[in-house]
Nanobody, 119 residues
């Protein structure tokens, strides 16, 4: 049974920083990519940042230069360092892992952690 548990959310002022963590329990293939998604009130869920097992990353344009995704393969964990936070970053942030070489493919989600940016 694979479970993803996020932590690190909270409330900050604009310009502040937060670091989100996602710990995976259970077994995943070594080549599993992982990512952070967010869902703001009244909006759909969007991919914020993703990272492959080899460490290649990609980001949505809105967070480039401010957010950094990283992973620790030994601990099956990923992180999202969020700097210079803006009110529009307010959302529930979700961690996701998805298999790429299994049939059928599987996708796992965490329960989400709230990030609120306001003055």
């Amino acid at each position: 049974q694979v479970q993803l548990v996020e932590s690190g959310g909270g409330s900050v002022h604009p310009g502040g920083s937060l670091r989100l963590s996602c710990v995976v329990s259970g077994s995943l293939p070594a080549d599993t990519p992982m990512g952070w998604y967010r869902q703001a009130p009244g909006k759909g869920r969007e991919l914020v940042a993703a990272i492959t097992a080899a460490g290649s990353t990609n980001y949505v344009d809105a967070v480039k230069g401010r957010f950094a995704i990283s992973r620790d393969n030994a601990d099956n964990s990923i992180y999202l360092q969020m700097n210079n936070l803006k009110p529009e970053d307010t959302a529930v942030y979700f961690c996701r892992a998805w298999t790429i070489n299994l049939a059928p493919q599987k996708s796992y989600w965490g329960q989400g952690t709230q990030v609120t940016v306001s003055s």
